[in-house]
């Protein structure tokens, strides 16, 4: 039995033993279809999840930056489905009982240097002229060098990378115009690396005749484009080519380096928090260690009364 069918029976559970609302119902199914996403990523099924399969859903939700609250919420729901499967005889074991709930606070995401983004880039850009290369082999090389482009030049979410139209590809503004989370419009920039990717990749989808359908990345699948899932597996295997951990390296990794690279270099806080599309700065203040460590070189550089500064 599949996950999704899994997850309509202990929906079905909720609504007709527990008569859950609506609004309830929607809250359970988001947090079911992130972890489902996950197992499947993992390759895994809820019949077949261990306690360590669970701490690495947690240990993904931390990385995205989710708050303690939110991602207790989410593990809260994975336990109510796993012990539902137990008791009605899905699954042979209830694999959260063993995963505590997470400490409040927030876990520093995981951050890129500059160095390491420019190799991933120079890898996943190498096969687009490789002499021998076939031709969907340069197709491949080309869209991941574009999404990598576009996703470090603009923070965007990985959902909304994904499923950005043709027409962000033949733009000539320095910049894309992006619909968020809650239909929020908001505006990011576009570098001229982007830019170039975005049109060397567009123009070898339109050479093979694959620009079919609205969207840059197309994919098949049922929205039509490229999946996060896809993305991030295609992501790991550059890593590994790249010398990096794969590990250490997913789509909100290049979104963390985005954000993190800006506050190194001076960006305000509250600048970064319109570019990646946080409702709350108290969501972009998980990046304040970076402006603390910046603080710290100013005043070791610059203070009169420093060691090293002019007495």
């Known amino acids: 039995m599949s996950g ?43 019949d077949s999840a261990t306690s360590t399969t669970i701490r690495g859903f947690m240990a993904s939700l931390e990385e995205r930056g989710l708050k303690a609250s939110s991602a207790a919420r989410r593990l809260s729901a994975v336990r109510q489905f796993h012990k539902f499967l137990y008791v009605e005889g899905y699954a042979p074991a209830d694999p959260t009982a063993a995963v505590s709930a997470p400490k409040r606070g927030r876990v520093l995401p995981k951050v890129l240097s500059v160095a390491e983004v420019d190799r991933l880039l120079h890898v996943a850009s190498e096969g687009i002229a490789h ?47 992006v619909r968020g989370k809650g239909a929020k419009e908001r505006l990011v920039p576009l570098t001229d690396a982007a830019k170039q990717a975005a049109n060397t990749y567009l123009a070898l989808l339109e050479e093979q005749k694959k620009a079919t359908g609205p969207w840059l990345f197309p994919a098949d699948s049922e929205s039509g484009h490229l999946t996060r899932q896809a993305f991030a597996r295609d992501l790991k295997a550059v890593a590994g080519a790249a010398g990096l951990r794969a590990d250490k390296v997913s789509p909100h ?59």
């Open 253 to 311: 990794v290049l979104r963390h380096a985005f954000a993190s690279h800006l506050l190194q270099n001076g960006a305000d806080l509250r600048v970064v928090q319109e570019l990646l599309g946080h409702s709350d700065i108290s969501t972009t203040q998980i990046y304040t260690h970076v402006l603390d460590e910046r603080l710290k070189s100013m005043v070791r550089d610059l203070h009169p009364l420093a060691e090293g500064g002019e007495g």
């Open 131 to 177: 002499p021998q290369a076939t031709q969907p082999e340069r197709l491949r090389a080309a869209r991941m060098t574009c999404l990598l482009e576009l996703l470090y030049a603009t923070g965007l979410r990985v959902s909304e990378l994904i499923a950005l139209p043709k027409s962000a590809a033949k733009t000539r503004d320095r910049f894309l115009v």
């Open 4 to 46: 999704a069918r899994h997850a309509s029976l202990f929906l079905d559970m909720l609504a007709a033993e527990r008569g859950a609302s609506k609004n309830t119902l929607d809250a359970y199914r988001r947090d079911l279809d992130d972890y489902l996403s996950f197992l499947a990523e993992a390759g895994a099924q809820p």
